[in-house]
């Protein structure tokens, strides 16, 4: 892996000391390890996350012996850094040597970031209080990693971060609720609510594709979201009658996306809950390369090839010292007597499943993901929000996601609940605030203060 390439690196002419401290951490990193509930993820990740701390800590002790040029580079699923000319201080290497996405929901009484209803950029189908859910408990939790706290999203902030940035969601429906989210994060913190403008990009021919994105002039930065499903390119062919029929080309990424490396600074990818639909899932006549339509591929392996088509596609054209990548993991749904289009329901649930025992069961997409981004020469920051939303059954827009005139006063049976999207405010909140986190340990401006908030 090319993290253990890095370790090697780093550690080319090391010191007595530092050989005898790397070691010393090789043995506590291991004991921990064996010690550790680590049965619901991959190997690789596994494996991974060991890695992390080693090089965490070739990186930390290297860094004694000069101050300038240091550079922090940990696994696809820990936080990257480059800090030039000083030392990165010890709540950022604290973050760095924490898996964030390892943690539990705690109850949290402060307000959300944005008031319920109050953004106009929450699609309706994402505005639960909107749509008259009645209850609010759901909106009084806060993520908390084990071994390590984050700070609190702070809108003003974030803006300067961004300032005169493009930062670009690239994805499905999910990551659209985390665009919405994160948009109306940083809304809420400006005076002038009128100083964020809304814009449309050309609508693509095919019905899965789009553009749509939001100036905050003040700052001279957008935050854009490209519809992509699958992230490589849907087509058609003609079948032996002449009629069109849908496919999806493995080999060829999405032309939209194309457009993304050249002026964006920070790419946020996801794919998916659409290769569970039932054609996808099915994989007949569907999947093409070049010419070839396969008559039948197993779902699992076309996945494989569309993510390396991504890779390739990320590793040729986007420069990874300029631009950041990110690829957000699968969120969970949570459907109850059936599936989203078979009476699946999660209506009545309000509060998180407490149980940290439960697991979701870990997608085999995720563990895809893990080994091609470990394969990349780009370095892509893996948020593996699976583990946080396991938990998070009440979350989902459930029945709320029409309002109440559509709807009816109770659930119509046959109706279909959403059980895979998020209320906004809601859950996608914490991954923006991740993400905050991320960032602020990335430009070295995360301070020892700012952590010790959330204690």
């Given at each position: 892996m090319a993290d253990l390439k890095n370790l090697f690196l780093i550690t080319k002419h090391p010191s007595t000391a530092q050989i005898l401290l790397t070691s010393l951490f090789f043995f506590i990193s291991l004991f921990l390890l064996s010690s550790s509930p680590l049965t619901d993820f991959s190997h690789s990740l596994v494996v991974s996350s060991f890695t992390s701390r080693l090089l965490t800590a070739a990186n930390?002790?290297?860094s004694s012996?000069?101050?300038?040029?240091?550079?922090?580079s940990v696994s696809p699923s820990s936080i990257r850094v480059k800090s030039e000319s000083k030392k990165m201080d010890s709540a950022s290497k604290e973050l760095t040597s924490c898996d964030i996405f390892d943690g539990t929901w705690v109850s949290d009484e402060s307000d959300p970031i944005y008031s319920p209803g109050y953004c106009p950029f929450v699609e309706d189908k994402f505005n639960c209080f909107k749509n008259g859910r009645p209850d609010s408990g759901f909106l009084r939790h806060r993520w908390q990693p084990h071994g390590c706290s984050v700070p609190r999203f702070d809108g003003d902030k974030m803006l300067k971060i961004l300032r005169g940035k493009r930062l670009v969601f690239v994805g499905d429906s999910l990551n659209r609720n985390m665009w919405e989210s994160l948009v109306c994060s940083l809304r809420s913190t400006l005076e002038d609510k009128n100083r964020v403008s809304r814009v449309f990009g050309k609508q693509s021919s095919l019905h899965n594709e789009g553009f749509y994105g939001f100036r905050f002039r003040d700052f001279e930065c957008s935050i854009d979201f490209i519809k992509s499903p699958f992230l490589v390119q849907e087509s058609e062919v003609l079948d032996v009658y002449g009629k069109r029929k849908e496919t999806l080309r493995l080999d060829m990424i999405q032309e939209s996306i194309t457009k993304v490396?050249?002026?964006?600074?920070?790419?946020?990818f996801n794919t998916g809950h659409w290769w569970t639909h039932q054609k996808t899932n099915e994989g007949k006549d569907y999947f093409q390369e070049g010419n070839k339509v396969y008559e039948k591929l197993e779902v699992k392996e076309a996945y494989t090839k569309a993510l390396h088509t991504w890779a390739d596609w990320v590793d040729s054209s986007i420069n990874g010292t300029r631009t950041r990548v990110f690829f957000v993991g699968y969120s969970s749904s949570h459907f109850r007597r059936g599936a989203w289009n078979a009476g699946g329901q999660c209506d009545g649930e309000t509060r998180p499943i407490e149980n940290e025992t439960y697991t979701g069961g870990y997608p085999w997409m995720?563990?895809?993901v893990?080994?091609?981004?470990?394969?990349?020469k780009t370095p892509v920051f893996y948020m593996n929000i699976t583990k946080m939303t396991w938990y998070r059954v009440d979350g989902h827009p459930s029945v709320y996601r029409q309002p109440v005139e559509i709807r009816g006063s109770s659930p119509a049976s046959g109706m279909f609940q959403d059980c895979s999207h998020w209320c906004l405010p809601g859950?996608?909140?914490?991954?923006?605030q991740l993400l905050y986190a991320t960032l602020l340990v990335s430009r070295g401006s995360l301070s020892?203060?700012?952590?010790?908030?959330?204690?």
């Open positions: 930390f002790f290297s012996a000069s101050d300038s040029n240091t550079i922090y490396y050249r002026n964006a600074d920070i790419v946020i995720m563990k895809v893990e080994s091609v981004i470990s394969d990349m859950v996608p909140d914490s991954w923006n020892y203060k700012s952590l010790g908030s959330l204690m």
